[in-house]
């Protein structure tokens, strides 16, 4: 009698490799990588280069002198890794603190869980989070945005849109934000740019729609709310009835901002729609987005940082698994 060989589930094959959604997901990174290398040109290029191969070599001696097992940096993981830490980052990073955070997102990030499969948190934004608390006035220092600039280390910087919205009333750089041609890290500068990628993903159908839906909902809810709530503060304290000064006045709450700026469109499209670190089930995808989208708009508002994706994403993250225990999908064959 042969032997009978069981394998774990699913048994049904798609078609679909993790190298073939790898580079998927890379295919759709283009766009932004593009508009990067118009707006900051060699420094973009050197940061994105130096990401990538640190991030593949580290992954490679990792495997193959202390795990003692092949490589598997031909699937694409830690080369997209590399181009996602690179995406969150200035665009005038030196390259020793790049290489530091290729280390801590392949080293710690991904590889200290057992490598690919058993990480908990999203490995870029894991070098990319340890960076901003290490080295927080080169990870705060953003190029100023120009066409093709051919100066690296020495380029002059600027503020970064989103952080402008809490000084100034310049909803021009709004627009910029969106098309393009603003400061920034270099996946952020383009929100256009992003939505393509998104389009590119769901036409793929490397992912689906809920959690990148569910996390801009959330962010537009909320900010509409304390927008709002803003508003009503500033009529009730100084009596202005004018609706441009009222508007005004409650800026950093606008939804039309927290949409357009920051690195919003990175996360909710590729940090937070990563397979490993996200739940399962549709109705858990929706209520990671929720706690994503709501943490965001208090980091932001309310918190030391401008942004705040990248800490929603991580402790979302650390709740994938318990959103997985209470919300699981249904058997296969079960209405």
């Given at each position: 009698?042969?032997?009978?060989?069981?394998?774990?589930?699913?048994?049904?094959?798609?078609?679909?490799?993790?190298?073939?959604?790898?580079?998927?997901?890379?295919?759709?990174?283009?766009?932004?990588?593009?508009?990067?290398?118009?707006?900051?040109?060699?420094?973009?290029?050197?940061?994105?280069?130096?990401?990538?191969?640190?991030?593949?070599?580290?992954?490679?001696?990792?495997?193959?002198?202390?795990?003692?097992?092949?490589?598997?940096?031909?699937?694409?993981?830690?080369?997209?890794?590399?181009?996602?830490?690179?995406?969150?980052?200035?665009?005038?990073?030196?390259?020793?603190?790049?290489?530091?955070?290729?280390?801590?997102?392949?080293?710690?990030?991904?590889?200290?869980?057992?490598?690919?499969?058993?990480?908990?948190?999203?490995?870029?934004?894991?070098?990319?989070?340890?960076?901003?608390?290490?080295?927080?006035?080169?990870?705060?220092?953003?190029?100023?945005?120009?066409?093709?600039?051919?100066?690296?280390?020495?380029?002059?910087?600027?503020?970064?849109?989103?952080?402008?919205?809490?000084?100034?009333?310049?909803?021009?750089?709004?627009?910029?934000?969106?098309?393009?041609?603003?400061?920034?890290?270099?996946?952020?500068?383009?929100?256009?740019?992003?939505?393509?990628?998104?389009?590119?993903?769901?036409?793929?159908?490397?992912?689906?729609?809920?959690?990148?839906?569910?996390?801009?909902?959330?962010?537009?809810?909320?900010?509409?709310?304390?927008?709002?709530?803003?508003?009503?503060?500033?009529?009730?304290?100084?009596?202005?009835?004018?609706?441009?000064?009222?508007?005004?006045s409650a800026k950093p709450f606008n939804p039309l901002i927290h949409l357009t700026t920051g690195g919003l469109m990175l996360g909710a499209v590729f940090m937070a729609t990563d397979y490993v670190t996200s739940p399962m089930s549709r109705k858990g995808m929706i209520v990671y987005g929720f706690g994503i989208g709501i943490l965001t708009i208090l980091i932001r508002c309310y918190g030391i940082y401008p942004g705040g994706v990248s800490?929603?994403?991580?402790?979302?993250?650390?709740?994938?698994?318990?959103?997985?225990?209470?919300?699981?999908?249904?058997?296969?064959?079960?209405?």
């Amino acid at each position: 009698m042969k032997n009978i060989i069981i394998s774990s589930s699913p048994h049904i094959h798609s078609g679909d490799t993790i190298g073939k959604n790898m580079y998927g997901v890379l295919i759709a990174l283009i766009p932004a990588f593009i508009v990067s290398l118009y707006c900051f040109g060699l420094g973009a290029l050197i940061v994105t280069g130096v990401s990538v191969a640190s991030c593949v070599l580290f992954e490679y001696l990792i495997q193959k002198y202390m795990f003692k097992k092949t490589p598997t940096i031909h699937d694409g993981s830690a080369m997209l890794t590399g181009v996602l830490l690179a995406f969150n980052l200035p665009s005038n990073l030196p390259v020793w603190i790049i290489i530091i955070g290729a280390l801590v997102a392949i080293g710690v990030g991904k590889m200290s869980f057992g490598g690919l499969g058993n990480n908990i948190f999203n490995p870029a934004l894991v070098g990319r989070v340890f960076l901003l608390i290490s080295f927080p006035t080169q990870m705060t220092s953003w190029p100023v945005a120009d066409a093709f600039p051919l100066t690296y280390l020495d380029a002059q910087t600027g503020a970064t849109t989103l952080s402008l919205i809490h000084f100034t009333t310049d909803y021009d750089a709004v627009i910029k934000s969106f098309v393009g041609l603003t400061g920034g890290s270099i996946g952020e500068v383009s929100e256009l740019a992003l939505l393509l990628g998104l389009a590119y993903l769901l036409f793929r159908k490397i992912i689906t729609w809920h959690i990148p839906v569910s996390i801009l909902a959330t962010v537009t809810l909320f900010s509409g709310l304390f927008f709002a709530g803003s508003m009503v503060q500033t009529w009730q304290s100084t009596g202005i009835t004018d609706l441009q000064t009222l508007m005004e006045s409650a800026k950093p709450f606008n939804p039309l901002i927290h949409l357009t700026t920051g690195g919003l469109m990175l996360g909710a499209v590729f940090m937070a729609t990563d397979y490993v670190t996200s739940p399962m089930s549709r109705k858990g995808m929706i209520v990671y987005g929720f706690g994503i989208g709501i943490l965001t708009i208090l980091i932001r508002c309310y918190g030391i940082y401008p942004g705040g994706v990248s800490f929603a994403i991580l402790f979302m993250n650390g709740l994938t698994p318990l959103i997985n225990m209470y919300i699981k999908p249904k058997h296969y064959g079960l209405k």
